[in-house]
């Protein structure tokens, strides 16, 4: 036995340190189990709305600059990629603390607490939970939708071609008016061989569309691809994902 351990036991024996209780321990236990459940749930959930930031942006109309469109540093949802960072920080400290956690190493740890927030968040976002969570935060927490909005906004750039909005009135086949996303209104005309289109025909009133085209004055744009996509601002708690849809090329 060596030096440091007799110390020890011998202030134990003279009552200079008490041993804990087990149920100590086994609430210590319980404790960090739940703590690190909860870690991995919200590791996932945070995964799921960067699936649905990253899987519903128009990346064509992202540049790296942000020359030509908004720049990649202005779209990403880094909120959310940092909250994600921290939660699969704080599941593999909570594993270390548990009994047997320090036998593993580290970076094995947080291989699995990725894998796992892969996992769990593709099956939130699959069944689309991660729409109904984003609609959530947009309604209840005012700052948040105004975030967004502002992020949605960067995508607002008619002079190079990209117009998204609200349709208010149709008037199809010819076209639609939209109200983009600073509330100005525009009338759309459908480009040739546009009009005949399933998901063209198919558009409502009040339907967010990210349209595609040409401006042609200052209220007036000729669109050469529509794309549906979810409602901007938490307005509509109906999730309508956004979809690319085959590209029509015309001759203006």
Partial sequence: MSEISKNIMEQIKDGAIKPRPRWQFVLMNVFLIVTLVLAIVAGGVVMSLVFLKLFNLDWDLVSLGGEKGPSIFGVLPFIWILLLILMLLLSVWVFEQMEGGYRYRPVWLMVGAILLSVLLGGVVYVVKGADFIEDALRLAIPPYQEMEKAREILFLNPERGALPGKIVQLALPQGFELEDLRDD????????????????????????????????????????????????????????????????????
Avoid: C, Y
């Fill in 185 to 252: 209104v525009w009338n759309v005309t459908l480009a040739p061989g546009l009009a005949g289109a399933p998901l063209v025909r198919g558009l409502k009133e009040g339907q967010m569309v990210m349209v595609i085209g040409v401006k042609t004055d200052d209220d007036q744009f000729v669109a050469q691809e529509v794309r549906v996509r979810k409602a901007f601002g938490g307005k509509s708690m109906k999730p309508v994902l956004l979809k690319h849809v085959r590209k029509i090329e015309v001759e203006l």
